[in-house]
Protein backbone atom coordinates (compact mmCIF):
# COMPACT_ATOMS: atom_id res chain seq x y z
CA UNK A 1 0.00 0.00 0.00
CA UNK A 2 1.30 3.44 -1.05
CA UNK A 3 1.89 5.80 2.21
CA UNK A 4 -0.67 8.41 0.71
CA UNK A 5 -3.25 6.35 0.91
CA UNK A 6 -2.27 4.87 3.90
CA UNK A 7 -2.62 8.30 5.44
CA UNK A 8 -2.14 11.83 4.28
CA UNK A 9 -0.30 14.28 6.68
CA UNK A 10 -2.31 17.63 7.93
CA UNK A 11 -1.00 20.72 7.63
CA UNK A 12 2.75 19.41 6.30
CA UNK A 13 4.46 22.61 5.00
CA UNK A 14 2.95 24.39 8.27
CA UNK A 15 4.74 21.57 10.34
CA UNK A 16 7.64 22.06 8.61
CA UNK A 17 7.76 25.94 8.88
CA UNK A 18 6.82 25.60 12.60
CA UNK A 19 9.71 23.26 13.79
CA UNK A 20 12.73 25.19 12.25
CA UNK A 21 14.55 21.77 11.56
CA UNK A 22 18.05 22.39 11.30
CA UNK A 23 20.18 19.87 9.65
CA UNK A 24 21.78 18.51 12.58
CA UNK A 25 19.22 18.12 14.99
CA UNK A 26 17.41 15.63 16.78
CA UNK A 27 13.90 15.39 15.96
CA UNK A 28 10.53 13.30 17.53
CA UNK A 29 7.35 12.72 15.39
CA UNK A 30 5.05 10.93 17.85
CA UNK A 31 2.77 9.69 15.19
CA UNK A 32 4.04 8.34 12.82
CA UNK A 33 1.07 6.79 11.35
CA UNK A 34 1.99 6.80 7.34
CA UNK A 35 5.49 8.19 8.02
CA UNK A 36 4.08 11.20 5.70
CA UNK A 37 5.67 13.74 7.98
CA UNK A 38 8.51 11.94 9.17
CA UNK A 39 9.60 11.99 5.58
CA UNK A 40 9.73 15.93 5.19
CA UNK A 41 11.65 16.56 8.12
CA UNK A 42 14.27 13.97 6.63
CA UNK A 43 14.38 15.91 4.00
CA UNK A 44 15.47 18.57 6.24
CA UNK A 45 18.49 16.96 7.92
CA UNK A 46 21.95 16.82 7.52
CA UNK A 47 23.87 13.03 7.56
CA UNK A 48 24.24 13.90 11.21
CA UNK A 49 20.77 14.83 12.19
CA UNK A 50 18.15 11.82 13.47
CA UNK A 51 14.30 11.51 13.85
CA UNK A 52 12.90 8.91 16.24
CA UNK A 53 9.10 7.91 15.36
CA UNK A 54 6.76 6.24 17.59
CA UNK A 55 3.85 4.62 16.77
CA UNK A 56 1.74 1.62 18.41
CA UNK A 57 0.54 0.35 15.22
CA UNK A 58 2.12 -2.85 13.88
CA UNK A 59 1.18 -2.06 10.55
CA UNK A 60 2.30 1.07 10.77
CA UNK A 61 5.65 -0.01 12.14
CA UNK A 62 5.55 -2.54 9.21
CA UNK A 63 5.34 0.18 6.64
CA UNK A 64 8.48 2.23 8.28
CA UNK A 65 11.27 2.79 5.87
CA UNK A 66 15.37 2.33 6.48
CA UNK A 67 17.70 5.36 6.75
CA UNK A 68 20.47 5.75 9.30
CA UNK A 69 19.41 9.02 10.47
CA UNK A 70 15.68 7.42 11.34
CA UNK A 71 14.41 4.99 13.78
CA UNK A 72 11.18 3.81 14.36
CA UNK A 73 9.54 3.34 17.79
CA UNK A 74 7.13 0.39 18.49
CA UNK A 75 5.48 1.99 21.59
CA UNK A 76 3.02 4.49 22.84
CA UNK A 77 4.10 7.83 22.62
CA UNK A 78 3.08 8.25 26.58
CA UNK A 79 6.30 6.57 27.14
CA UNK A 80 8.51 8.97 25.11
CA UNK A 81 10.98 9.86 27.60
CA UNK A 82 11.70 5.94 28.66
CA UNK A 83 12.64 5.26 25.02
CA UNK A 84 14.82 8.27 23.97
CA UNK A 85 16.52 7.47 26.84
CA UNK A 86 17.15 3.69 25.43
CA UNK A 87 18.05 5.38 22.79
CA UNK A 88 20.69 7.01 24.13
CA UNK A 89 18.58 10.71 23.70
CA UNK A 90 19.25 13.37 26.46
CA UNK A 91 17.36 16.57 25.01
CA UNK A 92 15.55 16.93 21.02
CA UNK A 93 15.39 19.89 19.04
CA UNK A 94 11.62 19.26 18.16
CA UNK A 95 8.28 17.44 18.95
CA UNK A 96 5.73 16.54 16.72
CA UNK A 97 2.71 14.93 17.78
CA UNK A 98 -0.90 14.63 14.97
CA UNK A 99 -3.16 12.97 17.07
CA UNK A 100 -5.50 12.09 13.59
CA UNK A 101 -6.48 8.45 13.36
CA UNK A 102 -4.75 7.52 10.15
CA UNK A 103 -6.64 6.77 7.14
CA UNK A 104 -6.27 3.00 7.03
CA UNK A 105 -7.63 2.95 10.63
CA UNK A 106 -10.82 4.13 9.55
CA UNK A 107 -10.85 2.20 5.98
CA UNK A 108 -10.35 -0.80 7.43
CA UNK A 109 -13.47 -2.65 7.91
CA UNK A 110 -11.82 -4.95 10.47
CA UNK A 111 -10.48 -2.62 13.18
CA UNK A 112 -14.05 -1.12 13.66
CA UNK A 113 -13.25 2.43 13.63
CA UNK A 114 -15.78 4.01 11.68
CA UNK A 115 -19.54 3.50 11.09
CA UNK A 116 -19.44 3.49 7.32
CA UNK A 117 -18.31 -0.54 7.52
CA UNK A 118 -19.84 -3.45 9.04
CA UNK A 119 -17.61 -5.55 11.82
CA UNK A 120 -16.59 -6.00 14.79
CA UNK A 121 -16.46 -3.04 17.35
CA UNK A 122 -12.57 -3.30 17.82
CA UNK A 123 -11.09 -0.04 17.35
CA UNK A 124 -7.70 -1.01 19.20
CA UNK A 125 -4.48 0.96 17.91
CA UNK A 126 -2.58 -1.51 19.82
CA UNK A 127 -4.10 -5.15 18.67
CA UNK A 128 -2.46 -6.41 21.77
CA UNK A 129 -4.42 -4.89 23.70
CA UNK A 130 -7.11 -6.56 26.04
CA UNK A 131 -10.28 -3.77 26.15
CA UNK A 132 -11.82 -3.33 22.69
CA UNK A 133 -14.92 -1.31 21.83
CA UNK A 134 -17.12 -4.46 22.69
CA UNK A 135 -16.12 -4.79 25.83
CA UNK A 136 -16.37 -1.46 27.10
CA UNK A 137 -20.29 -1.83 25.76
CA UNK A 138 -20.92 -5.21 27.40
CA UNK A 139 -19.72 -4.35 30.92
CA UNK A 140 -19.26 -0.44 31.55
CA UNK A 141 -21.59 0.53 33.94
CA UNK A 142 -24.38 3.12 32.55
CA UNK A 143 -23.35 6.03 34.51
CA UNK A 144 -19.75 5.51 33.21
CA UNK A 145 -20.65 4.80 29.99
CA UNK A 146 -23.08 7.96 29.77
CA UNK A 147 -19.89 10.21 31.20
CA UNK A 148 -17.57 8.78 27.90
CA UNK A 149 -20.09 9.29 25.25
CA UNK A 150 -20.94 12.93 27.03
CA UNK A 151 -17.62 13.70 27.56
CA UNK A 152 -15.62 12.45 25.03
CA UNK A 153 -18.08 12.21 21.97
CA UNK A 154 -19.78 15.63 23.06
CA UNK A 155 -23.08 14.05 23.13
CA UNK A 156 -26.30 15.62 24.36
CA UNK A 157 -28.16 12.81 24.43
CA UNK A 158 -24.86 10.25 25.76
CA UNK A 159 -26.47 9.46 28.75
CA UNK A 160 -29.68 8.70 27.04
CA UNK A 161 -27.60 6.37 24.70
CA UNK A 162 -25.88 4.50 27.84
CA UNK A 163 -29.07 3.78 28.95
CA UNK A 164 -30.34 1.71 26.02
CA UNK A 165 -27.32 0.23 25.61
CA UNK A 166 -27.21 -1.40 29.22
CA UNK A 167 -31.19 -1.51 28.91
CA UNK A 168 -30.76 -3.79 25.68
CA UNK A 169 -27.60 -6.23 27.25
CA UNK A 170 -29.65 -6.59 30.30
CA UNK A 171 -32.27 -7.96 27.88
CA UNK A 172 -29.67 -10.65 26.39
CA UNK A 173 -28.68 -8.24 23.12
CA UNK A 174 -25.21 -7.14 23.11
CA UNK A 175 -23.83 -4.61 20.97
CA UNK A 176 -20.67 -6.29 19.85
CA UNK A 177 -20.62 -4.73 16.01
CA UNK A 178 -20.72 -1.61 14.24
CA UNK A 179 -24.13 -2.28 12.86
CA UNK A 180 -25.73 -3.03 16.20
CA UNK A 181 -24.20 0.34 17.56
CA UNK A 182 -25.27 2.19 14.67
CA UNK A 183 -29.16 1.20 15.16
CA UNK A 184 -28.60 1.71 18.89
CA UNK A 185 -27.43 5.02 18.09
CA UNK A 186 -29.77 6.29 15.48
CA UNK A 187 -32.71 7.27 18.13
CA UNK A 188 -29.94 9.60 20.02
CA UNK A 189 -28.87 11.59 17.26
CA UNK A 190 -30.11 14.58 14.93
CA UNK A 191 -31.22 13.77 11.68
CA UNK A 192 -29.57 16.58 9.88
CA UNK A 193 -26.28 15.77 11.73
CA UNK A 194 -26.25 12.33 10.92
CA UNK A 195 -22.84 11.71 9.96
CA UNK A 196 -21.03 13.93 12.46
CA UNK A 197 -22.79 12.97 15.63
CA UNK A 198 -22.55 9.02 14.26
CA UNK A 199 -19.07 9.87 14.17
CA UNK A 200 -18.54 11.69 17.63
CA UNK A 201 -20.18 8.22 18.84
CA UNK A 202 -17.29 6.13 17.65
CA UNK A 203 -14.82 9.00 18.38
CA UNK A 204 -15.91 8.65 22.24
CA UNK A 205 -15.04 4.46 22.62
CA UNK A 206 -12.13 4.72 20.74
CA UNK A 207 -10.89 7.56 22.74
CA UNK A 208 -11.63 5.25 25.96
CA UNK A 209 -10.28 1.58 23.89
CA UNK A 210 -6.97 3.64 23.67
CA UNK A 211 -6.61 5.34 26.41
CA UNK A 212 -5.97 9.11 24.04
CA UNK A 213 -6.70 11.43 26.54
CA UNK A 214 -4.84 10.02 28.97
CA UNK A 215 -1.89 8.91 27.02
CA UNK A 216 -1.30 12.80 25.75
CA UNK A 217 -1.29 13.81 28.98
CA UNK A 218 1.24 12.42 29.83
CA UNK A 219 3.35 13.01 26.91
CA UNK A 220 3.11 16.30 27.18
CA UNK A 221 4.14 16.49 30.87
CA UNK A 222 7.75 14.42 29.18
CA UNK A 223 8.14 16.91 26.23
CA UNK A 224 9.10 19.20 29.08
CA UNK A 225 11.64 17.07 30.04
CA UNK A 226 13.24 15.96 26.79
CA UNK A 227 12.95 19.70 25.13
CA UNK A 228 15.99 21.49 24.80
CA UNK A 229 15.68 25.29 25.09
CA UNK A 230 14.77 26.91 22.15
CA UNK A 231 13.45 23.36 20.63
CA UNK A 232 9.70 23.35 19.21
CA UNK A 233 6.64 21.65 20.24
CA UNK A 234 4.01 21.18 17.73
CA UNK A 235 1.01 19.75 18.19
CA UNK A 236 -2.48 19.19 15.77
CA UNK A 237 -5.66 18.10 17.38
CA UNK A 238 -8.83 17.05 15.67
CA UNK A 239 -11.18 17.85 18.32
CA UNK A 240 -12.22 20.54 21.14
CA UNK A 241 -10.74 18.12 24.33
CA UNK A 242 -7.64 17.75 22.74
CA UNK A 243 -7.28 21.22 21.43
CA UNK A 244 -8.03 22.94 25.12
CA UNK A 245 -6.22 20.36 26.83
CA UNK A 246 -3.31 21.43 24.59
CA UNK A 247 -3.74 24.85 24.42
CA UNK A 248 -3.75 24.89 28.54
CA UNK A 249 -0.92 22.84 28.76
CA UNK A 250 0.97 25.43 26.17
CA UNK A 251 -0.08 28.66 28.51
CA UNK A 252 0.57 27.03 31.64
CA UNK A 253 3.22 24.35 31.36
CA UNK A 254 1.30 22.22 33.00
CA UNK A 255 -1.87 19.28 32.61
CA UNK A 256 -4.12 20.91 34.82
CA UNK A 257 -3.76 24.29 33.19
CA UNK A 258 -2.95 26.05 36.31
CA UNK A 259 -1.41 29.79 35.60
CA UNK A 260 1.50 30.19 37.55
CA UNK A 261 2.06 34.52 38.42
CA UNK A 262 4.71 36.31 40.28
CA UNK A 263 4.08 39.04 42.73
CA UNK A 264 3.82 41.28 39.79
CA UNK A 265 0.70 39.02 38.05
CA UNK A 266 3.23 38.16 35.06
CA UNK A 267 2.70 34.66 34.21
CA UNK A 268 5.29 32.15 34.03
CA UNK A 269 5.58 29.02 31.77
CA UNK A 270 8.39 26.94 30.80
CA UNK A 271 6.72 27.56 26.99
CA UNK A 272 5.82 29.99 24.94
CA UNK A 273 3.43 30.10 22.06
CA UNK A 274 4.45 30.72 18.97
CA UNK A 275 1.48 32.90 17.20
CA UNK A 276 -1.89 33.80 18.87
CA UNK A 277 -4.04 31.27 17.16
CA UNK A 278 -3.65 28.01 16.08
CA UNK A 279 -2.86 27.32 12.34
CA UNK A 280 -5.77 25.54 10.02
CA UNK A 281 -6.24 24.15 6.85
CA UNK A 282 -6.16 26.29 3.89
CA UNK A 283 -9.34 26.02 1.75
CA UNK A 284 -6.86 24.16 -0.86
CA UNK A 285 -5.95 21.82 1.40
CA UNK A 286 -9.54 20.77 3.03
CA UNK A 287 -10.41 20.51 -0.70
CA UNK A 288 -7.86 18.04 -1.48
CA UNK A 289 -7.91 16.27 1.85
CA UNK A 290 -11.51 16.80 3.63
CA UNK A 291 -10.29 14.48 6.95
CA UNK A 292 -7.76 17.58 7.85
CA UNK A 293 -10.90 19.99 7.97
CA UNK A 294 -10.83 20.48 12.15
CA UNK A 295 -7.26 20.07 12.13
CA UNK A 296 -5.50 22.80 14.85
CA UNK A 297 -1.68 23.30 15.24
CA UNK A 298 -0.33 24.66 18.17
CA UNK A 299 3.29 25.75 18.12
CA UNK A 300 5.31 26.32 21.50
CA UNK A 301 8.81 27.19 22.24
CA UNK A 302 10.83 25.97 25.48
CA UNK A 303 12.02 28.54 27.57
Do not use: C, W
Not at 75 to 84: C, H, I, K, Q
Not at 234 to 252: C, G, M, P, Q, W
Not at 270 to 283: C, E, S
Request: charged share 25%.
Amino acid sequence: MNEPHYHIPALLPEVIDALQIRPEGVYVDATFGGGGHTRAIMEKLGENGHIYSFDQDQDAVARAFSDERFTIVHGNFRYLSNFLRYYGVGQVDGILADLGVSFHHFDDSERGFSFRFSGALDMRMNRKASLTAADILATYPEQKLGELFTLYGELKQGRRLAAAIVKMRNEGSQVTTVEQLRDAAMRFISPKHEKKEMAMVFQALRIEVNSEMQALQKFLEQTLKVLRPGGRLAIITYHSLEDRLVKNFIKSGNIAGEVQKDFYGVVHSPLKAVGNKPVVPTQEEVERNPRSRSAKLRVAEKL
